[in-house]
């Protein structure tokens, strides 16, 4: 689990250069999803909203997601996770939660 946390984390937080690769339809839009789902869950726990535990599923989630449905090395799909936090700010990303988690899920399946 740890190995996980720390995965996510660096495909969530650590500063990337700008994509080289450009992500279109069905995987722009598993980036936005598993950006959402990310980004939701490092905000939540930081104000004790969920536990640990949630959040890690969450950030699970999220790389099922990118590994799944995204195409592309790691590094690509991490600068493309920053291009897409760096244009949407936390109010957006929470309307996108509310709006279409349960939708992403569907449209993205992990299992």
């Known amino acids: 689990m740890k190995r996980l946390v720390t995965i996510c ?3 969530i937080c650590a500063a990337a ?14 980036l936005r999803c598993a950006n ?14 969920i536990g640990e535990d949630e959040k890690n599923v969450m950030l699970g989630i999220t790389i099922l997601i990118l590994e799944r449905h ?3 090395t790691r590094a690509e799909k991490k600068a493309a996770m920053q291009v897409m936090r760096d244009r949407r700010d936390i109010d957006a990303t929470l309307r996108d939660y509310r709006r279409n988690a349960a939708k992403c899920l569907v449209q993205f399946p992990i299992n």
């Open 9 to 11: 984390a660096a495909l």
């Open 17 to 30: 250069p700008l994509a080289a690769r450009t992500y279109e339809g069905e995987e722009a839009a598993a």
């Open 36 to 49: 959402t789902l990310a980004y939701t869950a490092v905000t939540l726990g930081r104000a004790d909203m």
């Open 70 to 72: 995204v195409s592309g």
